[in-house]
């Protein structure tokens, strides 16, 4: 419920009673996609002929899986069945993460090198995605990690990700009208740290919210006055969660580690 503000109905339909759509969120760019009405009328029913159901059964498993999971409910109802054995302390992030007392999650994964930050981050989307709230995702990451990042959410999670380097947003952008973000056309997205902090990128950013965004080896961005640092600050309040990760969160230098802090609680 929103009050004392204005709204303008557009228009109202009456569906029925079925729950596949049920909230969720569709915009067409009609001078874009090529968009088709189809009249359930019209469907034809098929044998499913794959061996033991196959076909049949992968479609189920994926319609059940966009029906998102009530967010007050902090079962786990994907990272247990990952490609991957989940430590305790590994479980113990996600339930953080998914706690229903903290509408926006914000964590630091200060694991040290090897006890599978990657995992808890992959946890972690994947459970938000499953509840509705991980839809549009950055992961930010130094460029030498960036295929490995992407590798893993997807061979681990089923979370696809498409890669981006600067010749690929300037693709993008010859796509789209002048006054579309370019940030908007691909949902899910990992970009180098490197590509991102340019200042061309910046109003973009500005003007672009995701539901989730994780900036990998996160020391990196600590620097005060920094391209890294500002980029940093550009996107931390634009996001609904958000996830920190770094093996050496604290260098020593107080003023770093509270930088850290500052991102993911400004006040």
Known sequence: MVRDAEWLVTKAEQTTSGTLV????AAFYSDIDDIRVLDPAD???????????RDARLWLEATL???????????????????ADPLGYQLAAVRKALDPSNLRPRLLIADAVGLGKTIEIGMILAELARRGQGERILVVTPKHVLEQMQRELWTRFALPFVRLDSLGLQRVRQLLPATRNPFSYYPRVIVSIDTLKQDQYRAHLERHRWDAVVIDESHNVTGDGTLNNRLARTIA??????ILASATPHNGRKESFAELIRLLEPS
């Open 22 to 25: 049920r909230d969720t969120t």
């Open 65 to 83: 899986r966009r029906q998102p999971v009530a967010s007050p409910d902090d079962r786990l109802t994907v990272s247990t069945r990952m490609l």
């Open 43 to 53: 469907a034809t029913v098929v044998a499913d002929r794959s061996s033991r159901l």
């Open 237 to 242: 309040p634009n996001t609904n969660a958000l």
